[in-house]
C-alpha cells in the first residue's frame, strides 16, 4: 500500500474498510472518504420520504440502516418503537452508535428479519433493493409484508430507470455500467415495474415521487454533506490516488447514464389480505 493510500481513513469501523479501493462496494467507498449521505436522492428525498409516514406511536424497523441517518429522523418522529435490521455486524454496530438508546438494532438478513408476525406499523429501506435480484426483492417484500400488520406501510428509496419505456438494450446497458463501477449487483428498474413488483407481493403503491439522481455532483455533495463535510470528503479524495481513480470512474458512469436513472420514493400499503 502507498502512504497516500495509507493515509485515507480506514479504521473508523467502516464495513470492508481494509478492502482496496477497487474492490469495495460504492456505498462504503464513499463512507470510507466521509460520505454521511449515501442514498440516490440525497437526503432531501429522504426528508420527504420520511414525512409521508405516520410515525408517531407506531412499531418501526428500518432495514439496512447503514450509518444511521435516517434512523435519526425516524426517531425524531417519536415512535413507539424502532428496530434496525442489518446484516454486516460492523455497519449494525454504526448505526446503533448513531441512535444511541432511542432504539435498538440487530443483525438478520432482510429476507428473514426474524422478527414476530405483524409486528410493525412502518417498515423503510434505501439503496438496498436496487441491489437484489428480482427473486430476491420478492423475498424481501415477503418478509416485509410478514412483520407489517395489515394497513401498515413500507416505504423504500430506490434507483429508477428513465423514461419508463427505455429500450431492453438500454436498460442493459444502463446496469451494466454501473455493476462496473459501483462493485455490487445494481439493477435498477422503470417506475412501472417497481409498481408492479410491490402489486404481486400484496402492496397497493399510495405515494411516489421522483428526484434527479446527482449522488456526485457538487451542489448535491454540498446539499448532503455541508460544506466542511464536502471538503473533508475532497481532502480523503486526494489523498489517496486509488480511491480518486475509483471515484471518478464512478462519477463519469453516473454522468453517462443521467438521463437514464433518477432516484424514486415509494410508500405501500400492505393489503389487508394477502393472496
Not at 127 to 147: F, K, S, W, Y
Not at 238 to 263: P, S
Request: charged content about 25%.
Amino acid at each position: 500500500m502507498t502512504d497516500a493510500a495509507a493515509s485515507t481513513p480506514r479504521s473508523s469501523g467502516i464495513p470492508l474498510g481494509d478492502r482496496p479501493a477497487d474492490a469495495v462496494p460504492a456505498h462504503w467507498l464513499l463512507a470510507r472518504v466521509g460520505k454521511k449521505v449515501l442514498r440516490p436522492g440525497g437526503v432531501k428525498l429522504t426528508k420527504r420520504l420520511v414525512g409521508m409516514l405516520p410515525l408517531g406511536g407506531s412499531d418501526v424497523v428500518e432495514l439496512a440502516p447503514g450509518l444511521g441517518l435516517t434512523a435519526r429522523m425516524l426517531l425524531d418522529g417519536h415512535p413507539a418503537s424502532y428496530i434496525g435490521v442489518e446484516d454486516d455486524a460492523s455497519a449494525a454496530a454504526l448505526a446503533a452508535d448513531a441512535i444511541g438508546e432511542r432504539g435498538r438494532v440487530i443483525v438478520g438478513d432482510a429476507k428473514s428479519t426474524g422478527l414476530p408476525d405483524a409486528s410493525c406499523d412502518v417498515v423503510l429501506t434505501e439503496a438496498m433493493l436496487t441491489m437484489h435480484t428480482n427473486a430476491h426483492r420478492g423475498e424481501i417484500l415477503d418478509e416485509v409484508a410478514r412483520i407489517l400488520r395489515p394497513g401498515g406501510c413500507y416505504a423504500v428509496h430506490e434507483l429508477a430507470l428513465v423514461p419508463d419505456d427505455i429500450t431492453p438494450a438500454q436498460a442493459d446497458d444502463v446496469r451494466l455500467s454501473l455493476v462496473r463501477s459501483q462493485k455490487v449487483n445494481t439493477r435498477p428498474q422503470t417506475t412501472p415495474e417497481w409498481r408492479a413488483l410491490f402489486a404481486a407481493h400484496g402492496f397497493d403503491v399510495q405515494r411516489l415521487e421522483h428526484a434527479p439522481m446527482r449522488l456526485l455532483h457538487l451542489r448535491r455533495l454540498v446539499a448532503d454533506e455541508g460544506v466542511r463535510g464536502t471538503l473533508r470528503i475532497a481532502r480523503n479524495v486526494l489523498r489517496d490516488a486509488d480511491v480518486r481513480r475509483r471515484m471518478l470512474t464512478m462519477r463519469a458512469a453516473f454522468k453517462r447514464n443521467e438521463d437514464h436513472i433518477a432516484a424514486i420514493a415509494i410508500v405501500a400499503v400492505r393489503r389487508e389480505e394477502r393472496a
